[in-house]
């Protein structure tokens, strides 16, 4: 495909959430989540797709094959092929991280109706709400509720960082926060989805490879980290006489990057809050979050053991109290084998790679047939400012999905 073609969709949605160091503020329900939903629903509207949203806030546009004409003539095949991501970034993420997959996805249509192609099943395009958890702390939380994983009372209780519950976010956003919950309906009427992303790594790029097929979602969690120690005075306190749980928290990011190197897997600690956060007072209570990921499970827990544990010694010495508890955990994912494969033929032998980064596609990996495309990252840069792709190798990506639903649902 023209790579102009690409670069004119990219551009057009480009700036709806941009923050001044290139980086993108997208939060559900936000301003600018509110302007990206509208950029879809123009596009829907521009190509004469159906469009609307779910009741869990997710948005779809539809391409449903023209009805039958000829008499006897069995109606086409009614469970679509999906395909889309989300607009959502994780605080000044890169621009790629979740729209690459659904500008893609209009693109492949634009591809497939320009050759004269028919869809003789549904063909949808999805964008995802909240997949960083940027906002309510939960990812995924669009095709979690979807399928049932994540409680509808507790969803509606979560809270961003200003003490907004999701539920006021909703309703101030014209959404019903008491639509929340399982969509079986919707699911059993999919045949396939089929997530394009850019890649979070350097895969590809060591193997020469604009485009590949996801074979795995390593195991991953979030945890939060709660120090509790004693606020006083950071000039008259003696040292001996303080339950400082600074020092804890210090021990705690050490200790998540050593207990993970130990064990083989990835552990950071990215985001804390400490109260009162005062320049001269010895703080009262520092919560921190770990993210942990492993090849394995049996991995991801033995870093979990080994950081609890430490942990907790440390604070018996700090003479603090230290609570860590689970936000989101996700076992393996191992994608639909036959789909994979039968990508990674369509494809001339994609390479097939693991991904240590969550998707809402390893959601949906339970529930529907599911499969993703990488685009290569020459940086591997993600989450960040830098994170790019090329447009010829998106323009690739673009080809790539566009055969894959020829394949899947033409
Ligand atoms: O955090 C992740 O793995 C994904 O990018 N949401
Ligand atoms: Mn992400
Ligand atoms: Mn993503």
Redesign the pocket.
């Known amino acids: 495909m023209d790579t102009g073609e690409f670069r004119r969709l990219w551009d057009d949605l480009a700036a709806i959430g941009r923050a001044d160091d290139g980086g993108y503020l997208r939060f559900s329900w936000s301003e600018a989540d509110l302007a990206c939903r509208d950029w879809f629903r123009a596009q829907a509207e521009d190509r004469g797709l159906r469009w609307e949203t779910d009741r869990n806030g997710n948005r779809y546009a539809w391409w449903d094959p023209e009805p039958t004409t000829v008499p006897g003539e069995a109606p086409p095949d009614d469970r679509a092929v999906l395909t889309g991501s989300h607009f959502d970034s994780v605080p000044h993420g890169g621009a790629y991280?979740g729209p690459l997959g659904i500008v893609s996805a209009f693109l492949a249509v634009d591809r497939l109706r320009a050759e004269g192609a028919e869809p003789r099943r549904p063909i949808g395009i999805v964008a995802f709400t909240e997949?960083?958890g940027g906002r309510f702390g939960v990812?995924c939380l669009g095709s979690r509720l979807t399928t049932g994983a994540l409680d509808p009372a507790a969803a509606r209780g979560l809270t961003d960082p200003d003490g907004i519950t999701l539920a006021d976010a909703m309703r101030a956003a014209g959404a019903d926060p008491d639509a929340l919950g399982p969509d079986p309906e919707r699911l059993d009427r999919l045949d396939a989805f089929v997530e394009l992303h850019i890649e979070?790594g350097r895969g590809l790029d060591g193997e020469g490879a604009a485009v590949g097929v996801a074979g795995a979602v390593w195991p991953?969690g979030r945890w939060r980290v709660t120090v509790t120690g004693e606020a006083d005075h950071a000039g008259t306190t003696r040292l001996a006489d303080r339950r400082d749980p600074m020092l804890t928290f210090a021990f705690a990011v050490l200790a998540a990057r050593k207990e993970a190197r130990l064990a083989g897997g990835l552990a950071t600690i990215g985001r804390v809050e400490a109260e009162p956060n005062a320049t001269n007072a010895i703080a009262a209570r520092v919560t921190a979050w770990l993210d942990a990921r492993a090849p394995d499970d049996t991995v991801l827990e033995a870093i979990l053991r080994e950081f609890e544990s430490k942990v907790q010694d440390r604070a018996a010495r700090d003479g603090t109290q230290v609570s860590i508890t689970p936000e989101s955990e996700t076992t393996l994912v191992e994608f639909d084998p036959a789909l994979r494969d039968r990508i990674a033929t369509l494809l001339g032998g994609a390479p097939v790679l693991p991904t240590?980064?969550?998707?809402d596609a390893g959601v949906l990996a339970a529930h529907v047939p599911t499969a993703m495309l990488f685009v290569r990252n020459p940086t591997g840069v993600?989450?960040a400012p830098g994170e790019a792709a090329s447009d010829e190798d998106c323009a690739a990506g673009v080809e790539a999905l566009a055969a894959v639903l020829r394949d899947l649902a033409c």
Do not use: F, T
């Open positions: 991280d997949e960083e990812p979070q991953h240590g980064a969550g998707h993600s989450h």
